[in-house]
């Protein structure tokens, strides 16, 4: 499906002219359904890898560039595999409980992680030494748009992507509140399906190379 194809199918299911959804309020909506499906749906084309050293009492991490979501972070040894000593994931939390956690900046292996600021992540204990961790995040690419007319979620997703529209549309426009309810829960068992398929592809990749699949790095 085409950029063109989706604003279309928009105000012909909603029947409202571009006299009222005009392309800019459009083009509004396909971006916040975008970060929507990102956060909703773990996709194999938007998951990278990124490893960062951080250093003794630096409890920083500047997070990769157009990192929409920060699905994990891992302590790792230097060449990216889980480290001996420090398997264990760090387990996100609130930033409240960062600052309740660790009020007076104690030192220790990081076992937390929360958002700082849009660029930043914040982990506690601060690190007693240097670490190597490696963080598991979406990648927010360039959406959809009239000089960008597909996308990997127009060519793959774009019945979830259209009824996504849909609900944000009818939202928007104050409509029938059972219309908005309908292509909601369209949405949600599209990514239902979509997340299964997924999955798929992962076992029919891991059985066929021999190795764990891991996305794109």
Known sequence: MTYAELIQKIRDYTEVSANVLTDSILNNMIENVEFRILRDVDSDNNRRYATANVLTNTRFIDTPTNALVIRSAQIVDSDGTASADNRDFLQFRDTSFMSEFNPTGATGVPKYYSWWDQDTIVMAPTPDATYTIQLNYVLKDPGLSATNTTTYLSTYFPNGLLYACLAEAYGFLKGPVDMLQLYDNKYVEAVKG????????????????????????
């Open 194 to 217: 979509f997340s299964i398929e997924q999955m798929g592809r992962r076992r029919r990749d891991e059985y066929q190379a021999g190795v764990p699949r891991i996305g794109k790095q």
